[in-house]
Every structure is written in C-alpha cells, then in structure tokens.
C-alpha cells in the first residue's frame, strides 16, 4: 500500500469547488468535530475528577494537568511518525482510531451504575472507574497530541502551487472550525452534565458529557475516511526533527571528545558537527537553538493560562451563576476565553496595533510578548481578590480537634440556651443564626436545667433539638462541607404528631417519624416544591433556592393541613447560598484572553519569521514543548506548595510569572533578529569556506536596535 501511494504524482489534480479542492471540506468537518470532542471532554475534566471520582481540589488539578501536559507531548512522536513512517494520511487515521477508542473508554468508566451492585447511586468499586479513566485518558492523549501536527499540514498538502491564495484562506476557515468546536462544545457539554441520568439511580451524567464527544471523534474519523479517494497524499520524506536531534547529539558527543586543551577552540558549539554534517544545516540549527533559548522562560505563562480548566472552573463552584436570563455552570464560564478571543483578536490587530505604530512606539513581538505575560499576572491578581471575597463569604467549618453544634427549639415559647459561654435565647421554632464551636465538653443549660456536659464529634457540625416532649436534646450529623456542584442541600426535622412523608420532584422523603429528621436530598437551583403528605392529606410548600446551601426545614407541632399550611413551616439556614457572583470572574478572564492574544499570536508569528524554511515544524514543536511544561509546573505546585488559602496560591503564580517575565524582558533585549531567508541564500552562492564566515557577518549586520525590528515584523508571514 505504501508503495503503491508513493508511486503516484503527490500533485495529482482533484475536483474543485469555488476554486478549493472538495477534499478541503472533509478536512474541514474533521477537525470541527475533532476540537468539539476534545474540549467538550476537557470542559467537564476537573469536575469529573472532583464530584466522580471523589479526588481532592490539589489531586483532581494535578492529573488535570498531567493529562493536558501529556496532550502537547506527544505531538512531537506524531510528527516523526507522520514524516518518517506512515505519512500524514494514515497517522491520522489510526490515531484517530486510538483517540475514539479513549473517548469511550472514559465514556464507559463515567457510567456509576457498572459497579453500583446495591443501587445506591454510589460505585462501589472505584477502582474500575479509575482505571478506566486513566486509560481512557492515555488513549486520548497520544491520540489528539499525535494528529495535531498532521492534520493542519495535511490540508496544506491539498493545494497546488498556483493556489497560494486559496491555502491562506484554508488555514482561515480552518482556525475558524478549531474555534467553532471549541466554543460550541464548551457550551453544551457541562449542560449534558448537569442532567441527571442512570439504569437504576439518577446521578449526574458525566457518561453523557463524555459519550457526545466520543460519538463526534467517530463522526470526525468517518468523515475523514470518507474523502480518502479525493486526498493529495505525499509520502513520508523524513523528519528534520530527528536530523536536528542527530546533528546537536553529533556536535554534543564531539565536543566532549575533543575537550583536553590541545584541540583549538570554536566560534559555536554547534561547529563541532562540521566533521558529519554540512554548514547549512549547521547554520540553520544555530538559528533554531538561538529562538528556542528564549523559549526558557515561556512555560511559565502556560502554567497559568492552562488554569481556566481547572482552578478557575473550581473556584465558579463556589459562586452564583443566576445571570437572570439564563443560569451559567461553573465549567460554561470557560466559553468566555473563546467568545473574547473572536472579539479581540480583530480589535487588537486592525486597531490597538495600528494606534501604537502611529504614536511612534516601536512594539516589536518579543515586547508584545512580554505584555502578554503581564496581562496574564494581572489576571491572577484579579482572580485572588475574587477567591478573597469568596472566602469572606464561606462558612467556617471545624477542623480534626473541633466540633460545632447548633441548637433548635421545638417549643411554643422563647427558651433561654448556655452552652459553655455562650449565653442567647431562642425563639419558638427558631435555631440559633451561625454554628458554635468548641475544642472540649461543654455544659449545656436550658431555662434552669442542666444536661450536663455534652460532647462533640471532632471534625463534624451537629444539631441539637431541644423540645417538650424530649427529656434531652436530640442530636444529629449535619453536613461539614458545601453541597457539591453548587446544589443545596436540604431536609426536614418532623415536630408533628405523625409520621410524614415529602416528595419534591421524583425524590421521595418517605417515613419521617415524630421528633426525626430526614435526609438530605440535593436540589438544583430554582424554586423547589416539596409536598408533605399524611395519610389522604396533603400541603405543598415552595423554597427558592440558591447555589451551595443548606436548610433544615422546620415542621412544628402547631403544623396543620389545610389553607395556609406552608406559613407553619420554618426554614432554618445552615449553609447560607454562594452570594459572589460568576459575572467577578469575567474581568480575569478578560486580562486573560488579552494576554493570550497578545503572547501567544505575536509568538507563533515571531517563531514563524525566524525559523529556517525548512525547520518551522521543529520551533511549532518547541513551543507545544512550552505548553507541556508549563502544565507540568502547575501539577508541581499543587503538590508541593502548602499554602492554607486558595488566593495565596495564585498570587504565587501572578510573583512566579512576574519574575520570569522581567527575566524575559531582559533576554529579548539582548536578542539579535535574523532574516533566515539571507542567512540560508548566501550559503547558496558561496563557496564552503565563506560561508562560515558569511552566517557571523550576516549577524552582525543584523544587529540593531529595537527599531528595526518594526521592519522585519513587516515581512512575516501570518498564521
């Protein structure tokens, strides 16, 4: 086969429509639902970990990461499989294959009733969903990091020589599907989460969120099987990574053979390789080395940027998404970047960019860059004031030495409580407004009796209910954490002489005997029904509710059925609702998204100018090494840093990014531009030995300040 594609005219002509190649189209479609299924899944990622498969904030980060980190690696494997193997064609396709093969395997471990053999909505063999994950996860990463360098290239491959024009607006439209998957699937895959589904109990359905996305990687592979006859495809003519590689080991290995004092000196390192390989290639690799030296300080940017999937989407579970017209998950507020990136991007280079040339500041790409970082800190700054303020607003909740109490009075009159020192009276049917805390027993007292000392669960919140018919205070457990993906949680306590039983929706609150209380049951946002039944009798009740609260709903002795029943019912607020609201976290996202258009366009461009002709793969493959870095940092941090607080953390991040941008700042001043394009024509046209000498004076020459910087961005070639 592979020989039988060799043999054909690479250029062949195919079908066109309005001048493009109909095999365009397939390419196009594919990486639309390609992206869609990638950033659909990543979307949902951190809340799977956290509310699935019950990993911690720092644990659920950390394999965020690790799993993002692994997705920008392995692209460099899948362009040498690509140009030394198989060609682009069939690395995609069987990649791909791979990549389907993860989507549903992380589809399938996202199913709790597989191992839920009680059907009590909980799995009972964690183990196999993790497993699963981990494997799905793999499976993905070595799938979407392999095709990523093969896909974008393969549809340049579709144009002729003549069609220069038609190419320039292929890698337009296709930004524009990358962009299009992404934002869609941002949209609509944490609204799949939130439904609820299962074959025996309704849990929320992550299988769901992953399995749309499995099913469009199929979609994307079939669709892009089904253009395999109209496709250009040229084969495998070795990668220029691995000569890159071999020619830095070569001069590497040479050079420590030749270390004792004896053998003269070089101008380079790199001109020990003179011996095996030629100076052209020599020269381009000293200029790849040259750009890829100031990549050193770039990951750092990445470690924060990644961020938005993981700390960020965390901290919105902690806010209010009510925006009014239409409540906003915590993972939705990540279709913020993409909406700012299709409005910014335009304003930024046909207006911001512009105004600065005409007031005579010489911008140049490795400056731009530099801001891009700093917006990126200011961005953490911002999400810090925000955590800070969201901490003001969370509950104190006990540590491992500390126990919290609180007390409602069942009795038809005001009761005067003393629990150790703290004196308050309550009022019939009320419960003290915030928890009390004690690291010890304490002596509790109503009116003028004593009940002794009484003492707590260490690391748990109580309540005891104190009423007429009970000799002594009846404790329960409440909750000791805010409900989880910003549902409340809510139960009753049953003072009526009978037993109750209350239904909201399809959850049932059956057999709360006098003087007990209920479960809890986790209710979304909205205003809940609750109706409470009693033999043939029946009284509905309505709660608004808000984001992460908890209530105990107070059914008193005095309740009856009938006209007005609900006015009788008392809620008691134990956690109150998150009152921060999501619309906080847009200004981060904004300095953000400023920052990425600013850093990471100008760098792909200032990337694209100084590389050799035939190595810019290898610079795109040195800043996806950047991305993975930068996610490696992150995982490094959330393991290793001990910080108490939250904001803490990201005010850490904002000083690291900080430091390395003035280390940046300081590197770009010093770095030479080069026009690759001189450097390489005069090895054309020189005999061996003057073009050694010709690679330092054509440096020299370009050695200037700032300014003419401004002239060569003029020349670059857009991405």
């Not at 009978?498 to 205003?527: C, F, H, R």
Request: with cysteine.
């Amino acid at each position: 086969m592979a020989g039988k594609e060799e043999g054909k005219d690479p250029r062949k002509k195919s079908a066109t429509v309005c001048g493009f190649p109909i095999s365009i189209f397939f390419i196009v479609v594919n990486e639309f639902c390609e992206r869609f299924s990638y950033y659909g899944m990543r979307a949902v990622l951190v809340l799977y970990f956290k509310y699935f498969l019950r990993w911690d904030d720092d644990f659920a980060t950390t394999i965020y990461h690790t799993f993002v980190a692994l997705c920008y690696l392995t692209p460099i494997l899948g362009a040498i499989v690509a140009d030394s193997w198989l060609g682009k064609f069939k690395t995609i396709v069987y990649l791909s294959i791979v990549y389907t093969l993860g989507q549903v395997v992380l589809a399938v471990s996202a199913i709790h009733d597989i191992t839920d053999a009680n059907r009590d909505g909980t799995p009972d063999n964690m183990t196999v969903h993790v497993a699963l994950s981990m494997v799905g996860l793999m499976l993905i990463a070595l799938g979407t990091g392999g095709i990523k360098p093969c896909v974008a290239a393969f549809g340049g491959d579709q144009f002729q020589d003549h069609q220069e024009k038609q190419r320039s607006t292929f890698f337009s439209i296709f930004y524009l599907s990358i962009n299009a998957g992404s934002l869609l699937s941002t949209i609509i895959t944490p609204i799949l989460r939130a439904q609820e589904c299962g074959i025996y109990t309704q849990q929320k359905c992550y299988s769901l969120a992953f399995g749309v996305p499995a099913a469009l990687m199929v979609v994307a592979l079939i669709v892009f099987i089904v253009g395999s006859g109209m496709y250009i495809k040229t084969p495998p003519q070795g990668n220029i990574m691995v000569k890159v590689c071999t020619c830095i080991g070569f001069a590497i290995k040479n050079r420590f053979r030749h270390r004792a004092a004896e053998f003269p000196t070089r101008s380079h390192w790199m001109d020990w390789s003179e011996e095996k390989y030629d100076k052209l290639l020599i020269a381009q690799v000293k200029m790849v080395l040259k750009v890829l030296f100031l990549y050193i300080p770039l990951p750092m940017f990445w470690a924060l940027f990644d961020q938005q999937g993981s700390r960020w989407t965390l901290q919105a579970t902690t806010m209010d998404g009510n925006f009014g017209f239409l409540i906003i998950q915590p993972d939705q507020m990540q279709t913020v970047n993409p909406i700012l990136i299709l409005v910014l991007v335009p304003i930024v280079e046909s207006a911001i960019y512009p105004l600065i040339s005409k007031c005579k500041i010489n911008f140049t790409p490795l400056r731009k860059m530099t801001v891009g970082m700093l917006f990126a800190a200011l961005a953490f700054i911002a999400a810090a004031l925000v955590q800070i303020q969201i901490d003001e607003t969370l509950p104190k909740f006990p540590s491992s030495t500390e126990g919290q109490v609180k007390f409602i009075n069942m009795n038809n009159r005001s009761v005067d409580v003393t629990a150790g020192n703290n004196a308050f009276t309550l009022g019939n049917f009320t419960a003290n407004e915030e928890y009390l805390t004690f690291d010890q027993p304490f002596v509790l007292t109503v009116e003028l009796a004593s009940f002794g000392e009484i003492t707590l669960v260490n690391g748990y919140r109580s309540t005891m209910v104190i009423g007429p018919d009970v000799p002594n205070p009846i404790s329960f457990i409440d909750i000791k954490e805010k409900p989880e993906q910003g549902a409340n949680a809510i139960r009753f306590f049953n003072g009526f002489g009978s037993v109750l039983n209350v239904t909201v929706g399809s959850l049932n609150l059956t057999d709360i005997v006098a003087n007990n209380m209920s479960d809890y049951v986790a209710l979304q946002q909205g205003s809940a029904r609750f109706r409470i039944q009693s033999s043939a009798e029946e009284c509905v009740y309505s709660q608004n509710l808000g984001f992460g609260s908890s209530y105990t709903l107070i059914i008193p002795p005095t309740f009856a059925f009938g006209p007005n029943c609900e006015q009788s019912i008392r809620p008691v607020v134990d956690i109150r609702p998150n009152t921060i609201h999501m619309a906080w976290q847009i200004p981060q996202y904004f300095l953000i998204t400023v920052g990425e258009v600013v850093f990471s366009v100008t760098g792909l461009e200032f990337s694209y100018s100084q590389a050799p002709s035939n190595m810019k793969s290898v610079l795109q493959a040195g800043w996806l090494l950047t991305v993975a870095v930068g996610n490696i940092i992150v995982l490094i941090v959330a393991e290793a840093a001990t910080l108490p607080d939250q904001w803490a953390e990201y005010i850490l991040f904002a000083s690291l990014l900080l430091l390395v941008c003035f280390i940046f700042a300081f590197m770009a001043h010093y770095y030479t531009y080069m026009d690759p394009a001189k450097i390489e024509a005069q090895f054309a046209h020189k005999d061996p030995e003057e073009k050694k000498r010709s690679v330092e004076h054509c440096k020299e020459d370009r050695r200037s300040s700032d300014s003419s910087a401004n002239e060569e961005e003029t020349r670059q070639t857009r991405i």
